[in-house]
């Protein structure tokens, strides 16, 4: 199974920074690659797939980038409501396979 | 508007069978490139994808528990079920469905059901 680590696993910002996931895999899976943002205590939400592509209705502060193993999300400008765990899936071949998670918490 | 909702027990003793419903509105498992996942999370850790089902019966599983899973469908009544056997401790999780799409360019989870907390104990 395709292996795929996020850095950092977790993080701690400021209302308005900007912040940067990362997604590796531990082989090629072109752009096939969700981002999810997940609340405690609530199902995941699906921010962006196919590494770039902005899901209907999410803000446009966030941003996905990356093909073959090496992926990005980027949160622009950091809001209150933005402070959650992120996971990354690789959807280019079975098992679909997350990423550990990011938690961003609040400086 | 799409929407999910996961059914079934909440308590199951180790060795017994997990039966879990997802009945969705919203969409129809019979259209193409449409379908129904099932994914996993145990209090405090990351999201495993366990099961798919897409229209005319295609089904995936996680090889890792192929053994004791099975999807099914029922188009009539707009439900997926899961059925998950001999169930153990460590498959204490909180189970979502989530609604399944591939587009030419991608495939994603989306939305998906609130989920629901299942533990296994004595």
């Known amino acids: 199974a395709i292996q795929m680590t996020q850095s950092p696993s977790s993080l701690s910002a400021s209302v308005g920074d900007r912040v940067t996931i990362t997604c590796r895999a531990s082989?090629?899976?072109?752009?096939?690659l969700g981002w999810y943002q997940q609340k405690p205590g609530k199902a995941p939400k699906l921010l962006i797939y196919?590494?770039?592509s902005l899901q209907t209705g999410v803000p446009s502060r966030f941003s996905g980038s990356g093909s073959g193993t090496d992926f990005t999300l980027t949160i622009s400008s950091l809001q209150p409501e933005d402070f959650a765990t992120y996971y990354c899936?690789?959807?280019?071949?079975?098992?679909?396979?997350f990423g550990g998670g990011t938690r961003v918490e609040i400086k | 508007q799409i929407t999910l909702k996961e059914s079934g027990p909440t308590l199951v003793k180790p060795t017994q069978t997990l039966t879990l419903t997802c009945t969705f509105s919203g969409f129809s498992i019979t259209s193409s490139g449409v379908g129904v996942g099932w994914i996993r999370q145990p209090p405090g850790k990351p999201l495993e994808w366990l099961a798919l089902?897409?229209?005319?019966?295609?089904?995936r599983y996680s090889p890792s528990l192929e053994n004791r899973l099975t999807i099914t469908e029922d188009t009539s009544k707009n439900q997926v079920v899961l059925i998950m056997t001999n169930m153990d401790p460590v498959d204490t999780a909180t189970y979502y469905c989530?609604?399944?799409?591939?587009?030419?360019?991608?495939?994603?989870?989306?939305?998906w059901g609130q989920g629901i907390l299942v533990t296994v104990s004595s």
């Open positions: 082989q090629g899976i072109r752009n096939d």
């Open positions: 899936l690789q959807d280019y071949i079975y098992p679909l396979t």
């Open positions: 989530a609604h399944r799409r591939q587009e030419i360019i991608g495939n994603y989870f989306g939305p």
């Open positions: 089902i897409y229209r005319n019966g295609d089904k």
């Open positions: 196919a590494a770039s």
